[in-house]
T-cell receptor, first 112, second 110 residues
Framework: DAGITQSPRHKVTETGTPVTLRCHQT?????MYWYRQDPGHGLRLIHY???????DKGEVSDGYSVSRSKTEDFLLTLESATSSQTSVYFC???????????FGPGTRLTVT | SQQGEEDPQALSIQEGENATMNCSYK?????LQWYRQNSGRGLVHLIL?????REKHSGRLRVTLDTSKKSSSLLITASRAADTASYFC??????????FGSGTRLQVQP
């Protein structure tokens, strides 16, 4: 998976609890992305980063925050998880915005 | 709302047949990309076609782009059971990030 790992791979959590998902890359790519994938919706962009401490919102950013303190790590945080955030979360990286993206293996999150 | 929409949503063919998937999008683009996703896995990039290109080949894949109709097609020739997957188109415009469609599920029967 092009030097991208995601952790954890599976998580079950309760409504109202904070959750942090981690994406780690070894490719030194500038851009990192978080998507969620739900049936019937394809992939929807949550947040992305174009450099250390540089982030921007995607189309479904409400309820999510991100941080990137190092080139290799991009964290996605659900401050107070809700059942609507049950989904599969994918991290992706790319050297620039218009380039092809390389995807991680995904994290399956269930909020009960 | 999504920029790209694939058609059909699902496609079932026999091994050896060709599979054609279409993608329509709404606004101008810089490039259009096709990705494959095997069940339970992340997406894998297949091919990128720029807005000034009309056709591109990669192995058994052929992609066309018609910017006047805002549409693209992905043709997989001589399909194999291993081609069973979901296929997504994604578009890039200006400073925006990639926008994905909802995908075509391809089933290749052995």
């Amino acid at each position: 998976d092009a030097g991208i790992t995601q952790s954890p791979r599976h998580k079950v959590t309760e409504t109202g609890t904070p959750v942090t998902l981690r994406c780690h890359q070894t490719e030194n790519h500038r851009y990192m992305y978080w998507y969620r994938q739900d049936p019937g919706h394809g992939l929807r962009l949550i947040h992305y980063s174009y450099g250390v401490k540089d982030t921007d919102k995607g189309e479904v950013s409400d309820g999510y925050s991100v941080s990137r303190s190092k080139t290799e790590d991009f964290l996605l945080t659900l401050e107070s998880a809700t059942s609507s955030q049950t989904s599969v979360y994918f991290c992706a990286i790319s050297p620039d915005r218009a380039h092809e993206q390389y995807f991680g293996p995904g994290t399956r999150l269930t909020v009960t | 709302s999504q920029q790209g929409e694939e058609d059909p949503q699902a496609l079932s063919i026999q091994e050896g047949e060709n599979a054609t998937m279409n993608c329509s999008y709404k606004t101008s683009i810089n490039n259009l990309q096709w990705y494959r996703q095997n069940s339970g896995r992340g997406l894998v990039h297949l091919i990128l076609i720029r807005s000034n290109e009309r056709e591109k080949h990669s192995g058994r894949l052929r992609v066309t782009l018609d910017t006047s109709k805002k549409s693209s097609s992905l043709l997989i020739t001589a399909s194999r059971a291993a081609d069973t997957a979901s296929y997504f188109c994604a578009t890039v415009l200006g400073r925006r990030a990639l926008t994905f469609g909802s995908g075509t599920r391809l089933q290749v029967q052995p």
